[in-house]
């Protein structure tokens, strides 16, 4: 046998082999050299050692070596997409910014969403805070707006934060639990940091196991300065309000849904935007002067308070429309280096101690992480206008300064200058007073805010919060957390310290914690839940159908046609994902098979069986749990009349009620679909 034939047998089979020629470029190293065997490392004789002269392999293995890049310290799962964010409101009258004065301009945008705690491979619904970073590629520079989906934050002073992600992220000792708060060192910290609270609050509630993001809302959360052409300075915090309307998904899916698809809302995102359902967001602005902070019964430069939007309403000025996945998760997702001090001329920061600690972490974290100063130069982080600078060499610079002036000044004639007409000016606020490590008095409020939040919840929403501090604190240990805790809820509501106290079996109710300031009442505000603001619309869900041999398919046509009428996606579900035959013989192709679809990943289930089917339905456990789930998480369920007569008993045992629809026609299916507007029959909680 030849070497030659050799190489052929063990590493060339078939149409898995092609070759350079037949449509394919030629494969070569980094270096241009093209390749002849991708197959087979270099060898003396086909069974002696192989030689480290093999450049090609070291090449290929070297590069492999150092594939990864360490993963970002907080939100290291994330997702993103392109898009363009269009100005409908011109804002010259407060603002110099061209982002936020040419109407009509679109500027790209890149956006990246994540979760904070999880490592990157951690599964999407996780109760976690959302992180909604935005990278404006305006006319002026780059412009990040680098914010979460829940508008106020732990805590008020940036020195604490890496105490808030030490705790909230596994415990050091044993390196779990993995993407969760549910343990007794974030709950420690916490309660040992009243600031804390209002946000305990909002991470409890649904907000933090949102059903996609693209039924969130985003937040810059901080005040920010807005500065006009004259230099006159006006307070703004930064909304983005989903079109599509908000929607989150009950604890109990979100625990099923990471088993079934950890990916969800990558998959989700991803299916979306290649299906051409853009999601848009409109940028709110609530703007406020110096007048209103001074009146605000809370300080505007404390991250851990919200301007109520009933006080100071939100203004749309724009829209924001992701409609391109990256080519490359790596190239972009991976490598997207957000900064909240990319901001340009006018646009400013407030002296929010948060956000003046984020303006040098952010900078700090991409040396690490990307490894070079020089981490501009990746296209995703690259400005889109034109730049010229002297910053030079480094890791990986792709470019470098010309010429020979690599200075300024220089009497070359060369390189870029000063513009003090286009140029960023800070806005000259006027400071002064003692330097120390303070406090201020007027961030003292905690548990006001955490109040009004509560009170402002819809009695489904106020049990879910009820439920998540319950199932967190029961898995926290050491009784004296679970107690802190409690001692806290009473400054928020009693009702909820009851009932969190009862639901733990706590035997004695702990005393008030003492407030640092009296709490005060504050209007409810509608704004805060997501069900008073749940849209009227199916449009952007996901309708789950299950199907059997030997149907009606008309009545599949029917309410695939309404389905996709009222802007839904239809994913047909079957025992054997070849699909199903109807009867006449027309054959249905399956989206899934049903034990890798459970009903958790839909927003709405329909069944449509034949009176055979149904029958075998009822003996397939998975079949049962698909039905059984839909209803116990308040879906719109529609049934044909052989699964309504010969599943529906087999897998519920409780009568369908007015949410279970019978599907016998076109018209039926129409009403159904009407009624999955609603997102969730929640007449079946109470
Ligand atoms: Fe971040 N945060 N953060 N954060 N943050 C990071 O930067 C930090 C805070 C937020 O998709 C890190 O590039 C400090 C608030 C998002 O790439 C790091 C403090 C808000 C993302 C960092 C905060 C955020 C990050 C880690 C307290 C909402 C992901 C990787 C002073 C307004 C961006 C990185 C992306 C990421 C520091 C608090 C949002 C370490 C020190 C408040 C959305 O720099």
């Known amino acids: 046998m030849t070497s030659d034939t050799t190489r052929t047998t063990t590493g060339k089979g078939g149409e898995t082999h092609q070759q350079a020629g037949d449509g394919h470029e030629t494969m070569t190293t980094q270096v241009g050299t093209p390749i002849a065997d991708d197959q087979n490392t270099l060898k003396i004789a086909p069974r002696g050692p192989s030689l480290i002269e093999d450049q090609i392999f070291r090449e290929k293995l070297f590069h492999f070596d150092h594939e990864r890049i360490p993963e970002r310290v907080v939100h290291a799962r994330g997702?993103?997409?392109?898009?363009?964010?269009?100005?409908?409101?011109?804002?010259s009258d407060i603002t110099c910014a061209k982002v936020l004065t040419e109407v009509g301009e679109k500027t790209e945008v890149f956006v990246r969403f994540s979760t904070v705690a999880g490592n990157k491979g951690s599964p999407d619904l996780a109760r976690d805070v959302r992180g909604f970073a935005t990278k404006f590629y305006t006319k002026e520079g780059n412009w990040d707006l680098v914010g979460n989906n829940i508008p106020v934050f732990f805590i008020q002073d940036a020195i604490k934060f890496p105490d808030l992600i030490h705790a909230a992220k596994q415990e050091p000792d044993r390196a779990f639990p993995q993407a969760q708060t549910a343990h007794d060192n974030f709950w420690d910290f916490i309660s040992l940091m009243p600031e804390s609270i209002n946000m305990a609050l909002w991470i409890m509630s649904d907000r933090t196991i949102p059903r996609s993001f693209r039924f969130m809302e985003g937040f810059g959360v901080h005040t920010f300065r807005l500065v006009n052409a004259e230099g006159k300075s006006t307070f703004v915090k930064f909304h983005w309000k989903p079109r599509q309307g908000m929607q989150s998904v009950l604890w109990d899916e979100a625990v099923k849904v990471n088993g079934a698809d950890p990916d969800f809302h990558r998959r989700d995102l991803w299916d979306a935007i290649n299906a051409g359902d853009y999601p848009q967001w409109d940028l709110g602005l609530q703007i406020f002067d110096d007048d209103f902070a001074d009146r605000f019964d809370f300080d505007v430069l404390d991250a851990t308070k919200i301007i109520p939007e009933e006080q100071v309403p939100v203004r749309k000025v724009g829209t924001l429309t992701l409609d391109r996945m990256p080519d490359n998760f790596f190239m972009d997702t991976e490598q997207v280096a957000f900064q909240t001090g990319n901001i340009v001329r006018g646009i400013d920061h407030s002296n929010d101690p948060l956000l003046q600690g984020r303006n040098f972490s952010y900078l700090d974290t991409q040396l690490k992480r990307l490894g070079s100063p020089n981490f501009n130069h990746i296209p995703v982080n690259a400005p889109k206008c034109p730049f010229a600078h002297l910053q030079q060499d480094g890791h990986m610079a792709m470019h470098n300064p010309r010429g020979r002036a690599n200075y300024e000044p220089n009497s070359h004639g060369e390189g870029p200058r000063e513009d003090p007409e286009r140029g960023f000016r800070s806005y000259p606020a006027e400071e002064a007073g003692p330097k120390e490590r303070v406090r201020s008095e007027t961030f003292a409020d905690h548990y006001s805010q955490a109040r009004q939040f509560y009170l402002s919840q819809t009695d489904v929403e106020k049990d879910h919060i009820v439920n998540a501090f319950t199932f967190e604190l029961s898995k926290v240990e050491r009784l004296a957390i679970r107690q802190r805790m409690v001692s806290h809820l009473r400054n928020v509501d009693e009702g909820l310290a009851e009932a969190v106290a009862?639901?733990?079996?706590?035997?004695?109710m702990p005393v008030a914690a003492e407030p640092a300031r009296p709490v005060i009442e504050t209007e409810p505000s509608p704004a805060l839940s997501i069900l008073k603001n749940a849209p009227d619309s199916f449009a952007g869900r996901k309708l789950g159908v299950l199907l059997t041999d030997g149907i009606d398919a008309g009545l599949f046509d029917a309410l695939k046609e309404a389905a996709e009428g009222a802007g839904a996606m239809v994913e047909v579900v079957a025992q054997k994902v070849g699909g199903v035959t109807a009867e006449g013989g027309r054959r249905i192709e399956a989206d899934q098979k049903l034990d890798g679809a459970p009903s958790v990943i839909y927003d709405a289930v329909a069944v449509i069986a034949s009176p055979d089917g149904a029958k075998t339905l009822g003996g397939m456990?998975?079949?049962?749990?698909?039905?059984?789930?839909?209803?116990?998480?308040?879906?719109?369920?529609?049934?044909?009349?052989?699964?309504?007569e010969g599943f529906w008993p087999a897998a519920v045992p409780a009568e369908p009620d007015e949410g279970v629809h019978t599907l016998n026609d076109a018209e039926a299916a129409g009403s159904f679909l009407k009624a999955c507007g609603r997102l969730r029959f929640w007449d079946r909680a109470a």
Do not use: C, N, Q, V
């Open 79 to 91: 997702y993103g997409a392109h898009g363009t964010f269009e100005l409908k409101e011109d804002l």
């Open 502 to 508: 009862d639901s733990l079996g706590l035997e004695e």
């Open 621 to 644: 456990h998975g079949a049962k749990t698909f039905l059984a789930d839909a209803r116990a998480h308040m879906k719109f369920i529609a049934l044909s009349p052989a699964a309504r």
